[in-house]
């Protein structure tokens, strides 16, 4: 087998959380057309990401972002990783986000066919595994929307 060298890992994330977030990054992407996000706070008890958006979402589009999020963890959705050339890596995901000394292979981690990202961190096998998603709160300020959630684990698994 031949050996991938990767950027090293400096956090220990929550994998039910962590995977959650990718699922509500590519339902935003989906659902309003902007980036993933660039400043997350992945935590087990809840978390929070920032969006940049023109304007506040609705109560009704964020019970929509919900809906969708739980939708996706429902279909039980396998999460694979493959390992890709950085060359042929921007065919697949946004590069913007990598560091400046990023390694020469990208590890690629796609949650079904609804989202590939580059990402090193940890993350669940399948999205039955994640729980049920519940945004908490979310507030609205010059052009950044931040979301709160957090997970409600499935039942008959434990951490």
Known sequence: MEYIQLNAHNKEEYPPMHTAEHILNQTMVRMFGCPRSRNAHIERKKSKCDYLLSECPTPEQVQAIEDKVNEVIAAGL?????????AEAGAIVDLSKLPENVSDTLRIVRIGDYDACACIGAHVANTSEIGRFRIISHDYADGRWRVRFKLEEPKGLHP
């Open 78 to 86: 396998p999460v694979r990783v493959e390992f890709v050339p950085l």
